[in-house]
Nanobody, 119 residues
Framework: QVQLVESGGGSVQAGDSLRLSCAASGRTLSSYIMGWFRRAPRKEREFIASITWSGGLTVYADSVKGRVTISRDNANNTVILQMNSLKPADTAVYFC????????????WGQGTQVTVSS
């Protein structure tokens, strides 16, 4: 079992930055991929970014590329999502997730953290 707890959400103005954190516990994460997703009102869940725990290989959605950086803090078992130049369209609940390298689907999810961007 992997437990994930997100933090760092809040209400900001367009153009501001936010740093979301995902604290992971429960297992050794070297064989996991960590991902960030979001769900905006009346929309389906959307992939944002992912990073392999071992090696730090990253993938980004085109919708956020250039504005978002995903990283990991191995010492603290934390995954960070740095978001810059936020737009009202970024308003959503942001979720952290984890999956094994050899699995296609994310099996572990956090409870989510709300990000609200006003114009």
């Amino acid at each position: 079992q992997v437990q994930l707890v997100e933090s760092g959400g809040g209400s900001v103005q367009a153009g501001d930055s936010l740093r979301l954190s995902c604290a992971a516990s429960g297992r050794t994460l070297s064989s996991y991929i960590m991902g960030w997703f979001r769900r905006a009102p009346r929309k389906e869940r959307e992939f944002i970014a992912s990073i392999t725990w071992s090696g730090g290989l990253t993938v980004y959605a085109d919708s956020v590329k250039g504005r978002v950086t995903i990283s990991r803090d191995n010492a603290n078992n934390t995954v960070i999502l740095q978001m810059n130049s936020l737009k009202p369209a970024d308003t959503a609940v942001y979720f952290c997730a984890a999956r094994r390298l050899w699995r296609n689907e994310y099996g572990y999810w956090g409870q989510g953290t709300q990000v609200t961007v006003s114009s």
